[in-house]
Every structure is written in C-alpha cells, then in structure tokens.
C-alpha cells in the first residue's frame, strides 16, 4: 500500500480521573508531562507516529473543552484535523465519527487509533508491528489490533484471547474480556493465550464502516446524516451527538465482529492510567520512593510515590510507607498506594461536597 493511504488517530478525550489531583477536568494527563521527559504524553505518542506518518495524515480527536490545548501542544498537526466532540459518547461514536470524515478524503484509508496517554518504551518494536497491521488491513477485510505481551495478572486491564493455529505475526482473536477479577487474570496468565489490550487499532475505512453497519446500524445512520470536511460538519455533529449510543467500540463491535486479528506485542507498554504504573516506571532512589522533588529528607520511608507541583518546595517524610503523595495548587491527595484505584472515588465524593467541583 502507499504511505499516502495511512492514516492516524490519536483519541485524547479522556478526563484521568484515577490519576487525580494531578489530572483535573481542566487539564487532563494527556497533556501533561507526567514522567518528566520534557515531552507531553500527547506529544510522545504524536512523536512516535510522525516517524511513519506526514503530519497531514495526523488527525486528534478530543472534547471541544481541549481543542485549543491540542492545538497548542501539537502546532505541527494542520488545524482542521484536530476535532472536538461536542459530548463524551465513549470510543465507538469517536472511531465511526473519524473513518468517516478519512474516508471522504481518502476511500482507501488504512487508519490505526492511538491512545494518547500511552507510555511505550520499545517504538522500534511498535513502528514494526504497525506496518505488518497496516500491511494486513489494507489487503484484508481485518480489524486488527496490537496485543500486549502481559508480564503479570493485571486487573486494570482488558485482555484478548487468541486462537494460535499457525507459526505467524497475527491470530484470530477468540475473546475480548473487560477488567477480570484476579483468580482470572492469573489463569489467563497461565494459559499463555491472553495478551493485554492496549486499544490499538488498525483498519482500512471500508471494513471499519462495514463493520459499524452490521453491529451498530443506527449510530451509521446517524452519522450519515453529515456531510465531511465541509461548512456544516460541526453543527450536523452537535446535532446528531445527543442521540448517538455512548458504548465502546470493544463492546460494540470488536467482541461482535468475527474478522478480528491480534499482532502480539512486547513494546515495553503501560496506559500510565493510575499512580501505581507511574511509580513503576519512575526513577527510584535508594529506599525505592519514586520523588519529583530535589530537597527530600527521608526517614525510615519506603516505596512511596511523591509528586509536587512546585518541586522546589522542600519536604520531610518520616515512617512512610508505600503511600501516594500529591500537592497540586489546590490539593494536597495522601493515600495507600494499594488504594489508587479509589481514587475515581474520592473525585466523585468531592464533586459531591459544596464547591468541591472546583478542585477536580
């Protein structure tokens, strides 16, 4: 296939609420530069695909709220292909959304869908198995995606099991499975069929609109009622949007579809989705405390994630352990690491409480 016919996606909608107090409604993870790398996480994963792509094949879908904040952080990207969703209708309404609006530029598009907050170490590995996905999907009638290698029983992610019946790059997936409790992410493990899902996706735009046709019939017609790329795209969109299913695109058509291919990955991959895997992937010092901070005395404190927004602030910790500390201008958040995955709650209690809305 040309290059010419390759497309990207990257879908930076999200709010990162189990990433709180760092990542509010006003300025998400993905914008943010969480490992401290000097690149935002919407900047690295733009970086990674420019590798193989021009950057007018580079589109951005997110809320109309970040349009201007993509804007600013990826200059390089043509301004009209940065698009906002007027409401969050979850990943499927964005996916039909997006393939349309390719597809009236270019009929045979090969799109691939990048999440925006992904840390992945090894792109040597993922611009690799991009271009056999790529490769697959432009000849094939595939919806393929890049299955991760797992390296332990996660339950924070969805796992794809595969049919292994050939010595090859891809696999017919059998199974698509939400978050699992963990009796079943070890024997998942176990099996050695599993792999993690990343939500990479990869398929030309005549098999993904086939797909959304037999699987979600109406949010086709709804979005056919548009017309791409011109003057009254953006109105038509606010209009149909209220009345567009909010489902994901693996429950509406990834676990339906029966011309789903996985191309099993090791790319050295985290969603960065909660404190736990930023402490993971942090720098340690020698008590194993992941610190932002250049002026810290510890005492007796180990494994503990400390993340300050002004990190020239000086702090004292003594007999902590294994906790989750962050000071923003607003919050000040202390929990167990083993807590994270509360922390949507403690957002939701906040929002809660009488002006409690402005701290998230």
């Known amino acids: 296939m040309s290059k010419s016919d390759q497309y990207c996606v990257i879908m930076a909608g999200g709010i990162g609420s189990r990433f709180w107090p760092l990542s509010t409604q006003k300025f998400p993870k993905q914008f943010q530069d969480i490992l401290g ?143 699992p409790i963990l009796e079943l992410a070890r024997s998942f493990l176990d099996s050695g069929d599993f792999l993690w899902n990343a939500g990479i996706f990869v398929w030309n735009v005549k098999s993904i609109q086939k797909a959304f046709d037999n699987f979600l019939p109406e949010m086709t017609q709804h979005f056919a009622a548009c017309e791409y ?4 795209e953006k109105s038509c969109i606010e209009s149909i949007y209220p009345k567009v299913q909010k489902i994901s695109i693996d429950n509406g058509i990834l676990e339906k579809a029966k011309n789903v291919y996985v191309i099993p990955a090791n790319l050295g991959w985290s969603d960065l989705g909660t404190w736990t895997s930023v402490f993971e992937n942090t720098e340690k010092d020698e008590n194993q405390n992941a610190v932002n901070v250049k002026n810290m005395l510890s005492y007796q404190s180990e494994g503990n994630i400390i993340h300050l927004k002004n ?46 809305e402005k701290f998230t």
């Open 37 to 179: 790398t000097g690149r935002t996480m919407i900047q690295q994963t733009y970086d990674r695909i420019s590798k193989l792509l021009p950057a007018e094949n580079i589109f951005v879908i997110t809320n109309l709220e970040y349009v201007a904040l993509s804007h600013q952080q990826l200059p390089e990207i043509p301004a009209d292909n940065i698009v906002g969703e007027p409401l969050m209708k979850n990943t499927a309404a964005c996916n039909l959304y997006m393939a349309n609006k390719i597809a009236e530029i270019n009929p045979d598009a090969t799109m691939v869908v990048l999440p925006a907050d992904h840390l992945i170490l090894k792109e040597d590995v993922f611009l690799e198995k991009l271009a056999i996905a790529f490769n697959l999907a432009s000849e094939n009638d595939y919806l393929m995606t890049l299955g991760i290698t797992p390296t332990r029983p996660d339950t924070g992610y969805g796992y794809i099991q595969f049919v292994d019946k050939k010595d090859s790059d891809y696999f017919k997936v059998k199974t698509f499975t939400e978050k």
């Open 229 to 232: 790329n011109s003057e009254g």
């Open 311 to 356: 990190n020239n602030k000086a702090i004292v910790i003594d007999g902590l352990k294994d906790y989750i500390v962050v000071d923003t201008d607003k919050v000040l958040l202390i929990c167990p690491i083993e807590h994270d995955q509360l922390i949507k709650d403690y957002v939701l209690d906040l929002k809660n409480l009488k002006k409690g």
